[in-house]
């Protein structure tokens, strides 16, 4: 079965730096997506950042960037130039592609990041 | 921008009593999902849903749960006989593929969540 793992309950970082946000995952299938969800107090989930595994270029949004080491298992979420409003909690997920489940997102236990002003 | 909604935002209910959890997801999407994330842990798979039956399910979701559409907007969760361990945030999903087409599409955007309590 799949798992996702992010090592790090809580992070904190000031403002304008960068901070790297861990995942690691567990699967024997070649073929799937992962994903960083956002998810601020009180709001819904957001997608941040995807990416597919086949791709070997690694996914980039604005300040938000992804470290995709397929062969360690390993997506960390870096953010950079940190603003106040990055402050939430971020899960990372896994999807397998097709052919395999229906599409169900396994999920990690989150990061609770916290943005010092 | 479109947005999945669900409501109530927090329900609390007594232990055996039924509860009904609705969610509406973005008009042109096709497949539907429950989550649940109980305090402190994971968020979890419980079903999903495409063409008015269930596509697949979690060991959670036993016979006590169930979904349907009961029309061509909402998306409902009942839960027969809660549970003091059914206390969760449930939150609902919707896509617009499942991964057929293309990744844009199979993005699931998720709904604020109704937090459940159960007393």
């Known amino acids: 079965a799949q798992t996702v793992t992010q090592s790090q309950p809580e992070m904190s970082v000031q403002e304008a730096e960068t901070v790297t946000l861990s995942c690691t995952y567990d699967t024997s299938e070649s073929d799937y997506y992962l994903f960083w969800y956002k998810q601020p107090p009180s709001r819904q989930m957001i997608l941040v950042i995807r990416?597919?595994?086949?791709?070997?270029q690694n996914a980039t949004e604005n300040r938000f960037s992804v470290n995709f080491q397929k062969a360690a298992k390993s997506f960390s979420l870096k953010i950079s130039d940190s603003q106040l409003g990055d402050a939430a909690m971020y899960f990372c997920?896994?999807?397998?592609?097709?052919?395999?489940?229906?599409?169900?997102?396994?999920f990690g236990k989150g990061t609770k990041l916290s943005v010092k002003p | 921008e479109p947005e999945v909604t669900q409501t109530p935002s927090h329900q609390v209910t007594q232990m055996g009593q039924e509860v009904i959890l609705r969610c509406v997801p973005i008009s042109n999407h096709l497949y539907f999902y429950w989550y649940r994330q109980i305090l402190g842990q994971k968020v979890e798979f419980l079903v999903s849903f495409y063409n008015n039956e269930i596509s697949e399910k979690s060991e959670i979701f036993d016979d006590q749960f169930s979904v349907e559409r009961p029309d061509g907007s909402n998306f409902t969760l009942k839960i027969r006989s809660t549970k003091l361990e059914d206390s969760a945030m449930y939150f609902c999903a919707s896509t617009r593929t499942s991964g057929l087409v293309d990744v844009v599409g199979e993005t699931q955007y998720f709904g604020p969540g109704t937090r459940l309590l159960v007393l």
């Open positions: 990416q597919e595994a086949y791709k070997q």
């Open positions: 997920a896994y999807r397998a592609g097709y052919g395999g489940s229906q599409g169900n997102l396994i």
